[in-house]
DNA sequence: GTAGGGTTAG
């Protein structure tokens, strides 16, 4: 049995596993089913096997035994279709063969890869009727297919319910917040964790990373950061590269390069791609371009991610003719092109104004172009006021499907410009027509050691009286410097003046307002928002940063502003 | 005797 285990790690290819296939088969061995199982188990994983072979050995197995459809089972939840772990999962139950734990693990994993989070309830059902649930390992895989699922509840509840915990249960809960956009409690378990006896790991602490990250935490970054050096914990390059992340997207980009500088770990790709990412979320092309250089003479070939986060530094620091010149390069130095890269060069030639050359970019990709995309160059033809253009596109994005609500608004917007008002209503009519999406906007600042979120037109901050207040007296003032609000922003069914409420209600308003009435004269307002900073906002926030004097930084969600004296360090490059 | 938790991206 030994020897088969130990030909079977040999295996570099395919053809090679079919050799080995044959030898056990000719001397008899392929009817042993722990042979057989093992090499299920290869060929349906490893890089040298193949899925299909996998299952058509499978599927000529008479009656196969539990580890066979095990090795079956974890194949398919690899796989690219992992939801098809199910229809195996469900003939096993059928056949005289049970599940035991492993077998209701890997179909979790599946259910995880595929997000469904109706098959993962049914799958733990089984492994409590089953009496697999004291398992601690399958407990901690339930944890992480819910989280992954979305049902983030059921997540709590299955860590609650645990009666031993390990590290690694912690860790799937942590990073289950962190990742399920409730990265505030994800910080609030970590520091429960802390508060035992269990003893943090380099995972635990990626969570967290992701969670700092995502809130824009500075304060809790530092913390947290000296926490990882204190338990060495920086030894792991992974570590190190969710540390550069993390200080970037928290306003640091220089405490992220000391990071990256002295690092006494050896540098991967992600590091330099991360770095480099981290310089175009500041708008600063020159620093981002020479790391890329100096990627290179390091001996680290630059790859998709690489060419992109170069791109979109020339993207955000309005650098059209680097951008393009990279983009050319892609294909002489064989690197392959995805839609994001595409996309990213629309938005740079489409921000230059350049939209016939944005729209050759789109009709010469050999790739499906996708509502991102789409929505990219819309908002394109929406700063040029290129009709033509808008309309094109808004067909191909309601050919696509998409409901998003700033889809409508942009094309109306396109027609109030040019005061088209029958078209603006007949867009209004198709909207109705439709369950159109709104993801909603939500904004983070740091006050005195805790992170206040509010949503758009939010009461439930104690103070929320005393912001509103203060925004009512912001838009007195800057009106006087001439500030007319951009009403067509807002896309709603409402008269005039709620229009203009629902603008100047934005999450990043009140965040900023807040900070104007919390904070010291003077002092620097950090502000964290989950989606793009709106025009409206855009304007208003430059002229707080000029009447109030106040630096203000506004992380959106693709770049950082930073506004002072009444203009924006991304010069209008969003 | 094959299980669980994880870094970069328009």
């Known amino acids: 049995m030994a020897y088969v285990d130990s030909l079977l790690s040999k295996c570099t290819c395919f053809s090679q596993l079919k050799q080995l ?29 193949d899925f299909h072979y996998a299952v058509h050995i499978f599927r000529n197995i008479s009656s196969p035994y539990t580890n066979e459809w095990n090795g079956i089972l974890r194949g398919i939840a690899q796989s690219n279709n992992p939801i098809n772990a199910l229809t195996f999962y469900v003939s096993m139950s059928r056949s005289p063969c049970k599940p035991d734990a492993l077998t209701c693990s890997f179909t979790l994993k599946a259910c995880a890869r595929a997000l469904a989070r109706h098959e993962t309830l049914q799958v733990h059902a089984h492994v409590i009727r089953f009496g697999f649930d004291a398992d601690v390992l399958l407990r901690t895989t339930l944890i992480d297919a819910y989280s992954k699922c979305g049902d983030l509840g059921c997540a709590y509840q299955v860590f609650d319910e645990m009666c031993v915990r390990d590290i690694a249960s912690w860790n799937a809960l942590i990073a289950g917040l962190a990742q399920g956009n409730r990265p505030n409690d994800a910080l609030l378990l970590f520091k ?78 992600v590091t330099w791609n991360t770095m480099i990412m981290g310089f175009a979320l500041y708008g600063d092309g020159a620093e981002a371009l020479e790391l890329f250089e100096r990627m290179g003479q390091a001996g680290i070939e630059p790859d998709s991610v690489s060419y992109l986060a170069a791109i979109c530094a020339c993207n955000h ?12 390069d892609m294909d002489r130095c064989g690197v392959s092109k995805n839609v994001k890269h595409y996309g990213s060069m629309v938005d740079l030639l489409g921000r230059a104004g350049r939209l016939d050359e944005a729209f050759k970019i789109v009709q010469s990709m050999p790739t499906v172009p996708d ?60 909207m109705k027509g439709q369950d159109v999406k709104k993801v909603p906007g939500c904004s983070y600042i740091e006050v005195g050691g805790t992170i206040y979120k ?48 629902a603008l100047c209600y934005h999450s990043e308003k009140l965040a900023v307002a807040f900070g104007l009435i919390s904070t010291p004269d003077r002092t620097c307002i950090s502000v964290n928002k989950n989606l793009r900073i709106c025009g409206d906002c855009h304007v208003v926030i430059k002229l707080i940063s000029k009447i109030y004097e106040r630096e203000i930084i506004v992380r959106d969600r693709t770049r950082f502003h930073r506004f002072k004296g009444g203009a924006c360090s991304c010069k209008e490059y969003w």
């Open 21 to 49: 296939q044959a030898h056990l088969i000719t001397t008899g061995s392929f009817q042993f089913y722990t042979h057989r199982a093992k090499f299920l188990d290869f060929c349906a994983v490893s890089s040298a096997g």
């Open 192 to 269: 429960k964790l802390r508060g035992g006896n269990m003893e943090p790991n380099e995972v635990t602490v990626l969570g967290v990373l992701s969670a700092c990250s995502q809130l824009g935490a500075n304060r809790e970054a530092g913390i947290v950061h000296e926490y990882i050096k204190s338990k060495n914990l920086d030894r792991s390059v992974i570590v190190c590269n969710a540390v550069i992340d993390m200080y970037a997207k928290c306003g640091l980009v220089g405490r992220a390069y000391d990071v990256f500088n002295e690092m006494k770990c050896l540098r991967t790709r």
């Open 317 to 328: 620091a309005g650098m059209v003719e680097e951008g393009m010149k990279l983009f050319d």
């Open 371 to 430: 509502v991102v995309l789409w929505q990219t160059l819309l908002g394109a033809s929406k700063t040029y006021s290129n009709v033509e253009m808008a309309e094109i596109v808004s067909k191909k994005l309601v050919e696509m499907g998409s409901n998003h609500c700033g889809d409508f608004v942009l094309l109306s917007n396109v027609y109030a410009a040019q005061g088209r008002w029958h078209d603006v209503r007949r867009v209004r009519e198709a």
């Open 454 to 501: 509010f949503m758009n037109g939010d009461q439930n901050h104690p103070r929320w009286k005393e912001i509103y207040w203060k925004l009512d007296e912001i838009l007195l003032r800057i009106r006087e410097y001439g500030y007319v609000p951009e009403t067509n922003n807002v896309f709603h069914d409402i008269g005039p003046e709620e229009k203009e409420n």
